[in-house]
Structures are given as C-alpha cells and as structure tokens.
C-alpha cells in the first residue's frame, strides 16, 4: 500500500501537467496599462461601462497588486510582468542609468548593434540589456509550435514584455508606423507594411482631432505656472494634424499625448491578430499589448484632468472592442490586465486642495549636494555626477582618486546631506544595499524602503547612492510634455490593477500580492515549468 502511494505521489505532477495542458487556450492576451494606477482605476472605473467595465466584473480582479520595487517606471515595469523577476534580476533598473564602461546615459533598450527595418540607417532597440527570460520563452520552449508577438506605442514596453527570443515585437515610430529592429528580424512582415500604408495615409489626409466625448463628464480645468511653463487642463479640443497638412517635426509628439495612440496601437494588435492567424494554429499563442497613451497624458496634464478622464472613456472603449473581438473570433481566449507603474497628479494642484504635495527641481538638488561635497572635502571638481535622475547618484571616480579621497567617506557625506533634506525619505549606499536580501519579508502594503531599493538595485548598473523621495514630492526637470511622473517606491507608483479574464469564476480579491506573481500564475495554468522567479503562484480558483 506504501509503495502503491509513493507511485500514485510520484506520477501526480505528471497527471497534474497533462490536465494543464489539455485545458491550455489556443490564444493568451496579455495587456499593460502604462501609468494605471490603481487610484486611476478607482477614481474613473465606476463610469466606464465597456471593456475595463467587464473586466471588472467578470475577471478574477486582484485589487492591491503592487510592484515591489523601489523605482517605478516604464522599463522596469514591462520587464517584471511577463519575467516573475524583480528588476534586480532583469537588470531593467530604471528606464536609463550609466553604463560605467562609457561614462554615458543609456537607455534601458537602445542598441547600437541593431537596426531599424523602416530606417535602416538608425540605430534601433532590442533585449540586449534584458537579464532572463519570460513567461512567452517558457511557452515556446515547452509547447511546440507556440508562438510569441509583442506590440506597444513604446519600444521598450513591446520589447521588455516579449522575453528573450519572440517571434515578433512591433513599436510604434511615429508617421511612418509600426516597426522593428534587425534584431527581430530581416524584414517587415506583409500584414504590417500594408497596415503602415494605410495609417500613413491617413495621417496625411485626416484631420485628428481630440475632442472631448460627448458623453464624457468634465475633468479638471485650471492653470498653473511651474517655472518658466504655464501648465493647462481642460484644453479639448486639440488640433493634432489637420487634414491635408504636411508632417512636421513634432507631429509625433503631438500624437503621442492623446487616445489616438491607444487606437493605431489596437489597429495594429488586429493587424497582427488576422495577418499571423494568431490563435488558430496547433498550440497556445501569447500576444503581449502595451497600451502608452494614458502614461504621455497623464505626465502632460496629471491624472484628474479633463484630458485624462477623457482618455480613460476612450481606453474603455478601445479595451471593449479588443474583447469583444476576442469572444467573437478567440471564444476561449485568455486575456490578463496589468500595468507597469501608477503615477501622481500635478502637485501644484493637490497643493490647491490642501493636500502635502510639493514639487522639487532635480537640476538644482544636485547642484546643492555637489557644493556642498565641494566644500566639505575642499576641491574644486564635483565629486557626484549631474545625473538627470537625482534617485539613482554616481560619485566621479577619477575626481575622488586625483583628490586621494577615502571614497567611503565621500560617501557618508552625501549620504549624511541627502538624510537631511526635506524632500527625501532616506537614501542607501550601494554597499548597503548589496549586503540586503532582496527576498520580501512582508506584504507588499507595507515593504521597507530599504527592501524595495535592494529590488531595484544591480551593482553593474545601478548607482553609489539610491535615493527614496517622500511621498507627493515630484522630483523632475519639468518640461511642457513632462510636468509631473512616477519612479518613485510610494504606494501611488506601485499599486496597479491585476485582472485574469477567462475561464476561472470572477470576483474582487482583496489580499496583497506582487505583479511578480503574474508569470508564475499564468505558467502553472497553462501547465508549464517556469525559469527562475521571484513571485509566487496567485491560486485564480476554481475554473467555471
């Protein structure tokens, strides 16, 4: 009888395996929201009748889903969604840190080794600095003939959620459309180069223009003076590119900040839905959809603007007609909801509500903590780097060694100075930060600052000094398309919403879990072995 349940113990993951497999969808859509916050979710949700509506209703809705990292942003984000891991294992760090190699900014996925296929003059983007794999390389090394497409308005949301070998990733580049790099491939496929046609057309013919839903309600309206900028909400409609008029230089820019991006991005989802025949071959598919435009508006005009909540009935809609394609041509698609990172409203006008909000200039922060270095070890030089990210510090080797400074006690300084301002919470040195495990020890509610640094931290990339600014203190260098942002470890940055629609019976779920949770779940329910993760098995419930 021993023996007979050892065997029956032993052959169980095999049975359990099998069963997954049997039960695995033909199609699993996977969609990032960037910047949706769970507070945009709950400010705006309960309005909106169509597709983030249904997914409400009838998904499994986990509603305290955080990211357990300290630096919030587009890149590390999209690279712990779809991987289980922690940026600290992705090497996704920040959306840019300093390659110390050169001694310069780099972008989380510019590679100057790869090309663009629309441009092939260019130097295009790619996972070279992705550290890992992804939930789509389990599936194509485990199921046969599965195959693994990404699509987004953002090259490093598209790439970062598609894993280390996809079989397509597409970006959205401006008039000429949607492309890709020589990385993925040597050519753009028909389907695209026909779509790219007819949506080049139609910027050069149409005339978009943004105009408030009529069925929309009023957001915010108002002005504010931030520096040398005048900031405006309410300013629908706005002119993108009129009918008929030629592309100019900040056409691209223009389009980026409104629902129009949204749109062309679903546009070429479908394009590549009916041109690959996602879905209707012999295994599972995985299609991976960055939505941008909610992140570009939101750092435009803030998060409780006319504008966003505009954006948010057009997201709606957009969402609505994704799943209603699905349940028409993919009836047993799966599609999971997510996002990347939330983001804060303009401080100036949480200031006119009497709330603690405050907006510090990054240039002038770092000009203050490089005098004071200056002046307490008496050089002449900086001894820290004008970093454009004042979260992420690095201190100027060659100064610190011709200075013939002890480096720890460069460090202490700064580290002393930035412990002493007001808008910061605390700052860690690199050291200190390396002899922390990453592993959490608590709910994502209440994760230390120090922990959620250590999970954003690689010692090849990140920098001397990591630094948590308080909550509802912006830290920027505001610019007319970036007035205010996320990045930062407090709640708003890090809460999102987490939805799985399909076959499991729907309801709100309320316990804390991690965004890193999202690879692993989907993995044990399409019956296959994860790579080396960071999250944890959500248990979705019993299938309807």
């Not at 002005?223 to 008929?244: D, E, F, H, S, Y």
């Not at 690095?394 to 100075?417: G, I």
Request: hydrophobic residues 40%.
């Amino acid at each position: 009888m021993i023996r007979s349940a050892l065997a029956a113990l032993t052959f169980l993951p095999i049975l359990v395996a099998t069963s997954s497999a049997k039960a695995r969808p033909k199609l699993v859509v996977v969609i990032s929201i960037d910047q949706f916050s769970s507070e945009l979710m709950q400010t705006y949700g309960p309005e909106l009748t169509q597709g983030i509506a249904r997914l409400r209703r009838e998904g499994v809705f986990f509603t305290e889903a955080y990211h357990d990292h300290g630096f919030t942003e587009t890149g590390p984000g999209h690279s712990v969604l779809l991987s289980g891991r922690f940026p600290a294992n992705t090497g996704i760090v920040e959306n840019r840190w300093l390659d110390r190699a050169t001694g310069k900014v780099v972008n989380c996925v510019e590679d100057a080794g790869t090309r663009a296929l629309h441009a092939p003059a260019q130097a295009s983007s790619s996972n070279e600095r992705f550290l890992g794999d992804g939930l789509g390389d389990w599936l194509q090394a485990q199921v046969p003939g599965s195959r693994v497409f990404s699509v987004s308005g953002k090259d490093r949301a598209a790439i970062l959620m598609a894993g280390r070998r996809p079989t397509g990733v597409y970006w959205f580049t401006g008039a000429a459309g949607f492309s890709t790099s020589t990385t993925y491939g040597d050519h753009l496929p028909t389907w695209l180069m026909r779509y790219d046609r007819s949506l080049s057309e139609r910027i050069g013919t149409d005339s978009w223009l943004w105009s408030k839903d009529p069925g929309t309600l009023e957001g915010r309206s108002g002005q504010w003076t931030v520096g040398a900028l005048t900031v405006r909400n309410g300013t629908l409609p706005r002119l993108i590119q009129g009918a008929g008029m030629p592309v100019d230089s900040g056409f691209e820019g223009r389009f980026r900040r409104t629902p129009f991006l949204d749109t062309v991005t679903l546009e070429a989802a479908e394009a590549l839905l009916e041109g690959e025949k996602l879905g209707r071959g012999p295994a599972t598919d995985l299609l991976a959809i960055s939505f941008s435009a909610t992140d570009y508006i939101g750092h435009r005009y803030g998060i409780l603007s006319t504008e966003m909540r505009d954006q948010m009935h057009r997201l709606d809609r957009t969402l609505g007609r994704l799943l209603d394609r699905l349940q028409r041509r993919h009836p047993g698609a799966w599609v999971v909801l997510s996002a990347d990172h939330g983001g804060l409203d303009l401080p100036e006008a949480l200031l006119e509500q009497g709330l603690p909000a405050r907006r510090a200039l990054a240039e002038p922060f770092i000009s203050a903590l490089q005098a004071d270095l200056r002046a307490t070890f008496k050089v002449d030089a900086d001894l820290v780097l004008a970093n454009p990210e004042a979260n992420n510090l690095y201190l100027v080797e060659a100064t610190v060694q011709a200075a013939r400074l002890q480096r720890r006690a460069v460090l202490q300084a700064a580290q002393a100075w930035l412990r002493a301002r007001p808008e910061v919470a605390d700052a860690f040195t690199a050291e200190e930060l390396a002899a922390t495990d990453p592993a959490p020890t608590d709910s994502p509610r209440h994760s230390s600052l120090r922990g959620l640094l250590r999970r954003s931290f690689h010692p090849a990339r990140s920098g001397d000094i990591l630094v948590a600014f308080k909550p509802m203190v912006v830290m920027n260098t505001p610019t007319p398309d970036y007035i205010t942002g996320h990045g930062t470890p407090n709640a708003y940055d890090r809460r999102v919403p987490l939805i799985f629609w399909g076959p499991w019976k729907g309801g709100h779920r309320r316990e804390p879990v991690r965004t890193v949770d999202l690879a692993p779940t989907l993995a044990r329910e399409l019956g296959l072995k994860p790579g080396a993760v960071d999250g944890k098995v959500l248990d979705l419930g019993h299938r309807k």
